[in-house]
């Protein structure tokens, strides 16, 4: 989508550079997107300062304080975050969480019924975990 908006502006830029009286006449479509960016930045605006106004962001447990999202964002090495978050957007879950998801399943298999579960499982759960943990080192750098 990025793309195709930009490859559109770099269209309207080199129309605008071939019949310069086109920029005068007509508003692109630039501008009306900045005047609706704008409003809704004034809208934004408008209601934090009344809620300031009113004492309601003073009142939230939360005033003052850092914002806590709970998504490992923070965790996250800062090289890693921007992939990992196209991923998340993406409904794609990175490769160590599939690995994670495993593992557990495997261990809830050989613990619901320990005597069914072969040398070949308990094998299998070690090497995964042992896997993860390489995984895992490898992204602490």
Do not use: C
């Amino acid at each position: 989508m990025w793309i195709v908006d930009s490859n559109r502006q770099r269209l309207r830029l080199a129309e605008r550079q071939r019949n310069p009286a086109m920029t005068a006449s007509v508003p692109t479509e630039d501008k009306r997107h900045e005047n609706r960016l704008r409003l809704v930045e004034d809208h934004i605006g408008k209601a934090l300062a009344e809620s300031a106004s009113n004492g309601e962001l003073r009142d939230a447990p939360s005033y003052g304080k850092p914002i806590h999202f709970g998504d490992g964002y923070a965790e996250t090495p800062d090289e890693l975050r921007m992939g990992y978050k196209i991923l998340k957007d993406a409904g794609v879950v990175p490769p160590e969480v599939e690995l994670m998801q495993t593992i557990e399943a495997l261990r809830q298999h050989i613990d619901s019924a320990p005597q069914a579960a072969s040398k070949s499982d308990v094998q299998r759960l070690s090497e995964l975990r042992q896997q993860l943990a390489i995984r895992m080192e490898r992204l602490r750098g």
